[in-house]
Structures are given as C-alpha cells and as structure tokens.
C-alpha cells in the first residue's frame, strides 16, 4: 500500500518552501540554490538584469509590492531560525534584590548568576565565606537564587565585578524597604 500524502521539499537556506522562498527573509541567499533545483518556479533567476533603468530601481528598493522594505542586519547576537524569525541573544543580567526578613534583619537574594556560567553551589561558598554569613541556593520563581543572610548588598556588587568580571550594566539591584 503506498503511503498517502506529499513529500514537500523545504529549502536549506531559509526553511520554507520553495514557493514561498521569496517572501523569506534571505531570498538572496536562496537564488542559487533556486536556480539549481526548481528552475520552473523563478525562470527570472536564471536571466541576468539588464542594465538600465530597472536595474537600477531594483537595487533601490527590495519590495515590489511598495511599503517598507525588510532590513535585516546580520548582528552576532542575532539567531535566524526557519520562516525567517529572528531570535535575539538576550544580555544575561544579574538581578540582586534586598528583602527585609525583620525589623533589622536583610537577606540578599541573587538571580541570574548561572546565565554567566558559574556554578550556584561553589558560588553560595564562595559568598558564606566572603561575608562572613550563610549563603544557599534556593530553586525560586523558575530559577534557581542564592539567598545571603545580611544586607551584603553594595559589597556583593564588588566582588562580583572582582571575581567574575561581571561590570555594573549587568547588574539590576532592587532594594526592599
């Protein structure tokens, strides 16, 4: 019994159809291999532009259609993923936030350290004995935190940028009460 269904075919460079190539993010990337394989669908790709005003206005605007035109710049902290959706590497940040625990008692809660590669566990030693305090990894709000016992806040920031290299625009403090 055959199999129902079509095999579709998906191009290598922007992952949709070939059909739809065009309207892909890259279509420049995909000509070639267009040209290559599905000569039919585009018989324009083959044929070189002639000089002349028409040249001249495709260079101009990338759209046929009219409106804005699609620019992409190809940054390093920028991902393509298939259909053309661009994924933007995030900056990690450090997120260091004050809680009051009593009337004159702090716990110093620190997120977002293992987004830099550092282990939370040898990092929690690290600051216990740094601070002199306790200090645990704690699974919080999806994440997992570093609780420090004591407002530890104004030299936690220097030891990070000390130890790690982790400079001031990574680091969002949020001071409670």
Same mark, same amino acid.
């Given at each position: 019994m055959?199999?129902?269904g079509?095999r579709i075919e998906?191009?290598?460079?922007?992952?949709l159809p070939?059909?739809?190539?065009?309207?892909?993010?890259? @279509?420049d990337?995909?000509k070639?291999?267009?040209i290559?394989n599905h000569? %039919?669908?585009?018989? &324009?790709l083959g044929k070189?532009p002639a000089?002349?005003a028409?040249?001249?206005? %495709?260079?101009k605007?990338?759209s046929?259609?009219?409106?804005?035109?699609l620019v992409r710049p &190809?940054? &390093?902290?920028?991902?393509?993923?298939?259909?053309g959706?661009?994924k933007?590497?995030?900056?990690? *940040?450090v997120h260091i936030?004050?809680?009051?625990r009593?009337k004159?008692?702090?716990?110093t809660i620190?997120m977002g350290? &293992?987004?830099f590669?550092?282990k939370?566990?040898?990092a929690s030693k690290?600051?216990?004995k740094? @601070?002199s305090?306790?200090?645990?990894? *704690?699974?919080?709000?999806?994440?997992?935190e *570093?609780?420090?016992?004591?407002?530890?806040?104004d030299d936690?920031?220097d030891y990070?940028?000390?130890?790690?290299? *982790?400079? %001031?625009?990574?680091?969002d403090?949020?001071l409670?009460k």
């Amino acid at each position: 019994m055959e199999a129902l269904g079509k095999r579709i075919e998906y191009c290598p460079m922007c992952g949709l159809p070939p059909e739809y190539c065009e309207f892909g993010p890259n @279509f420049d990337k995909c000509k070639p291999w267009l040209i290559e394989n599905h000569p %039919d669908l585009y018989p &324009d790709l083959g044929k070189e532009p002639a000089e002349g005003a028409e040249g001249e206005e %495709d260079k101009k605007s990338s759209s046929k259609r009219g409106g804005k035109g699609l620019v992409r710049p &190809d940054n &390093d902290g920028e991902k393509m993923l298939p259909g053309g959706k661009v994924k933007k590497k995030e900056k990690p *940040i450090v997120h260091i936030e004050r809680v009051q625990r009593n009337k004159r008692k702090y716990v110093t809660i620190v997120m977002g350290l &293992d987004k830099f590669g550092i282990k939370l566990s040898d990092a929690s030693k690290l600051f216990a004995k740094k @601070f002199s305090c306790g200090a645990s990894v *704690i699974k919080g709000e999806g994440e997992e935190e *570093i609780d420090i016992q004591g407002d530890v806040v104004d030299d936690l920031v220097d030891y990070l940028e000390e130890k790690w290299q *982790i400079n %001031d625009d990574s680091i969002d403090i949020k001071l409670g009460k």
